[in-house]
């Protein structure tokens, strides 16, 4: 058995739950089966495994330095990467145009899950690479997109996100990066970036001939002044080295790497400071200041760079997922083959009876059932929305499409929070389950740990998820995202009911009334008629919200597991069984930490909106 990842449960979510088979009747999909899709699975599989996970622990120990000239970085990062591109898996979304291979996003999302479980430090550099390009794909022109998107889809170049800054962290409307026009180019509006970015992943390597920045930056108004807020942010193409007529990196541009930053975790991907504009160094074309080319249209950067960032929400969420889920498996296979203890009652009393195995004690199935519902939950909700993004994307009716992307960007804020929370804890029950020996550095579930502490961070925190949520997606439309939500699931309460089984149907019951719960205490919470108050307490009515959605996720995966069960044979019959318990876990354990949430919403509970500076 794989301790990545389980490719039993990776066929059971694509191929019995969301029927991906169903997806080659698109015109788009069209040349591909079940056997290709198997094929680009298992080309995954054996690069993430023989590849990247061998040296997991040795770039985590041997993390990217900086000399003052040159990050060096392990061989074996190149090495897995370059097999990573000549396996055609930068492209493998694309279109037969770009070299694609023209797989529904669902598909390569499951193939990329094999990396991000097997080693997440060195995957994060296609992962970047590949929502760069596909913002570029979307928002810039013919030359850019031959420029950059082309060399960065084979792998030659690769892509970053610039939007942080060291004064301004999260808060992008205090960004002071300052972009000034210079003049037409091949490559469109040309301008001069000045200013610093911070905690840019991937911003600086020897991996590539080149590293293709999206900047955001401010242009400034008509007095020369940067204006306040987010008007005047813009985005920019701000390549490292400029790029000859012939496709070739020329001139080195004024980007500087000014550090590296030193993490817990997540060693693997050198995180940088970059100084734009400096021109201490580098003066391109004989004048101080980046080069950089405007992407789309001025003032329009931050909506384009939201194109990239909500995609790196729902990544981040798979790589949390990921790690958890390679812990649990690991804590699984440590378990089963760990003699320690004897069992409770008269059998164990005899000190000379045979240790029994850790997964004989209840407490220890209490911690693996756990860690088996948030981690496969989370990867069943991740791939859900990857399907939904293929369902949009065929559907020619715009009002049709226009309710699935409201749904999408209803769970982006949860396919993001929800698992960097709770595959964060079962990482948390891998080390316990492991004893002393989970926190040493001679097993892998300490690392696990560290490397996915970070996902509560990345692309905003959990408080900036909440206030998405609760402050703009719940009620955007007069709440129509929310209604959408409220359909499917209660579909799937349809089901439920109608099954005959009287397990679903008290689960069925018991989501019903959390459903109904969230959008009573959702309603209670705008009619309060003032927004800190309303927004005070988001975080915990992510958390609720998220529980409500991973309960009927699992209510979803429980409906097709009893279906399955009565015509499997033995040991597809364990699997099934073992898809109910953690659904039966996840209702009786899970579910009802809800109530308390939700009586604490519908409180409009001011303590933390009241708690002052000098009171702690």
């Known amino acids: 058995m794989s301790l990545i990842l389980s490719r039993r449960d990776l066929n059971f979510l694509l191929y019995e739950w969301l029927d991906v088979e169903r997806l080659i009747r698109i015109p788009r999909y069209a040349d591909h089966s079940r056997e290709t899709f198997d094929a680009a699975l298992d080309t995954c599989e054996k690069i993430a495994t023989d590849l990247f996970a061998p040296h997991n622990k040795k770039n985590d120990r041997n993390e990217p330095h900086f000399d003052g000239k040159t990050v060096t970085i392990i061989p074996e990062v190149k090495a897995a990467l370059k097999a990573f591109s000549e396996a055609g898996l930068m492209a493998a979304g694309q279109d037969y145009e770009y070299g694609g291979m023209q797989l529904p996003l669902v598909v390569e999302k499951a193939g990329f899950a094999w990396f991000k479980g097997a080693n997440v430090g060195t995957s994060a550099y296609p992962f970047l690479t590949i929502g760069n390009a596909n913002l570029l794909l979307a928002h810039g022109s013919k030359q850019q997109i031959d420029t950059f998107v082309r060399p960065e889809l084979a792998g030659r170049f690769y892509g970053t996100m610039c939007l942080s800054e060291p004064q301004a962290g999260s808060s992008l409307s205090d960004i002071a990066t300052r972009a000034d026009y210079e003049g037409e180019s091949a490559l469109g509006a040309q301008y001069r970036l000045r200013g610093n970015k911070m905690w840019i992943s991937g911003g600086e390597h020897e991996l590539a001939d080149n590293i293709v920045h999206l900047v955001l930056a401010k242009i400034p108004g008509p007095d020369g002044k940067l204006i306040p807020g987010v008007k005047g942010i813009s985005l920019f193409i701000v390549p490292k080295y400029l790029v000859n007529e012939d496709g070739s990196p020329g001139e080195h541009n004024d980007v500087v790497l000014a550090g590296l930053n030193h993490k817990m975790g997540y ?11 400096e021109g201490t160094q580098y ?7 980046a080069i950089g080319y405007l992407v789309g249209e001025p003032h329009r950067g931050l909506a384009y760079m939201f194109h990239m960032m909500n995609a790196a929400r729902i990544g981040v969420g798979l ?13 699984l296979d440590y378990a089963r083959n760990r003699p320690q203890g004897r069992p409770v009652g008269a059998a164990g009393k005899d000190p000379a009876s045979p240790q029994v195995r850790l997964i004989e004690h209840a407490d220890v199935r209490r911690m693996l059932l756990a860690q088996k519902s948030y981690v496969e939950g989370a990867l069943a909700l991740n791939l859900y929305c990857a399907a939904l993004i293929d369902e949009a994307d065929a559907i020619e009716d715009n009002a049709a499409r226009a309710r699935l992307t409201l749904l999408l960007d209803l769970l982006t804020p949860i396919a993001k929070s929800w698992p960097s929370q709770w595959c964060l804890a079962a990482n948390d029950l891998a080390i316990q389950v492991h004893g002393g020996y989970g926190y040493t550095r001679e097993y892998n579930v300490e690392q696990f740990y560290r490397d996915n502490r970070l996902n509560p961070i990345h692309e905003g925190t959990h408080g900036i998820q909440g206030l998405d949520l609760l402050g703009r997606k719940v009620v955007i439309e007069n709440g129509a995202a929310l209604k959408l939500f409220g359909e499917r699931v209660g579909a799937t309460l349809e089901r439920a009911r109608n099954s005959g089984d009287t397990t679903l149907g008290n689960h069925a019951r018991a989501l019903d009334a959390a459903l109904h ?16 108050v309303t927004l005070a307490n988001a ?8 529980h409500v959605v991973m309960a009927w996720i699992w209510l979803e995966q429980a409906l097709v597991a009893r279906a399955a069960l009565s015509q499997a044979i033995t040991h597809e019959a364990d699997f099934y069984r073992g898809k109910l318990a ?30 002052q500076d000098a009171w702690f």
Not at 539 to 546: H, K, N, R
């Open 517 to 532: 719960r969230l959008v009573d205490v959702t309603q209670k919470l705008w009619s309060a008629l003032d927004p800190a």
């Open 267 to 277: 060693r693997g991907t050198t995180n940088c400071l970059l100084n734009f504009g």
């Open 319 to 331: 790589g949390a997922t990921m790690l958890g889920y390679t812990g649990y498996l690991h804590a």
């Open 283 to 289: 003066a391109p074309r004989g004048r101080a200041g």
């Open 539 to 546: 975080s915990v009515y992510l958390e609720a919200f998220g």
């Open 582 to 611: 953690a659904a039966q876990y996840f209702f009786a354990w899970e579910l009802p930490k809800t109530g308390a949430q939700f009586d604490l919403l519908a409180s409009l509970d001011r303590t933390t909106l009241d708690a």
